[in-house]
T-cell receptor, first 114, second 120 residues
Framework: AQSVSQHNHHVILSEAASLELGCNYS??????LFWYVQYPGQHLQLLLKYFSGDPLVKGIKGFEAEFIKSKFSFNLRKPSVQWSDTAEYFC????????????FGQGTTLQVKP | GAVVSQHPSWVICKSGTSVKIECRSL??????MFWYRQFPKQSLMLMAT?????????EQGVEKDKFLINHASLTLSTLTVTSAHPEDSSFYIC????????????????FGQGTRLTVV
């Protein structure tokens, strides 16, 4: 079955530390890839997305992600995190051969200490 | 980005009653909407795909007679939790995609703010 796996369930960092959250998916066909963020008490917001082209995509708030097709990965990175980045992060995959539904990873809770 | 609105934001109901949740795309037409369920500290689990003018497609393990979905127009989908029980208490989220704005069909999904359902 198609699945999305986020390896880090809970990450604690100090401000200014670098961040990398892993995301792997299991599907061999064409996919669209997304990272969403959910701040406490708020709804999901799109951080960045990959559809095609340059595998290194830049999103809002200094986030970026790199699509490595050979590794079925789409890891999220930020060089220097801020306290305001404390949130839940979800990786999602849209398999283009089906209805367009998103399959979500289990999420990573990021806690940034001031 | 496009706006998806859910109503209500939270609802408390008695066990055995039914609850309707609305999902509206405010500034675009959505031929397809998706309903997700999120348990505390867990990810979003897709429940069903709502198709305008036709029957919804449910994911494996989701009871279609319990979670009734209606997508009567291009801007509105509703999820009705029938005969709700405490185990139905959860956070329900809808999303919609604006396919009309893309020639390739590749578009992002926009999410509603979610509905917190508590069944007592």
């Amino acid at each position: 079955a198609q699945s999305v796996s986020q390896h880090n369930h809970h990450v604690i960092l100090s401000e200014a530390a670098s961040l990398e959250l892993g995301c792997n998916y299991s599907y061999g066909g064409t996919v669209n890839l997304f990272w969403y963020v959910q701040y406490p008490g708020q709804h999901l917001q799109l951080l960045l997305k990959y559809f095609s082209g340059d595998p290194l995509v830049k999103g809002i708030k200094g986030f970026e992600a790199e699509f490595i097709k050979s590794k079925f990965s789409f890891n999220l990175r930020k060089p220097s995190v801020q306290w305001s980045d404390t949130a839940e992060y979800f990786c999602a995959v849209n398999v283009l051969s089906n209805t367009g539904k998103l399959i979500f990873g289990q999420g990573t809770t990021l806690q940034v200490k001031p | 980005g496009a706006v998806v609105s859910q109503h209500p934001s939270w609802v408390i109901c008695k066990s055995g009653t039914s609850v309707k949740i609305e999902c509206r795309s405010l500034d675009f037409q959505a031929t397809t909407m998706f309903w997700y369920r999120q348990f505390p500290k867990q990810s979003l689990m897709l429940m069903a795909t709502s198709n305008e003018g036709s029957k919804a497609t449910y994911e494996q393990g989701v009871e279609k007679d319990k979670f009734l979905i209606n997508h009567a127009s291009l801007t509105l989908s509703t999820l009705t939790v029938t005969s709700a029980h405490p185990e139905d208490s959860s956070f329900y989220i809808c999303s919609a995609r604006d396919y009309l704005g893309s020639s390739s069909g590749n578009t992002e999904a926009f999410f509603g703010q979610g509905t917190r359902l508590t069944v007592v």
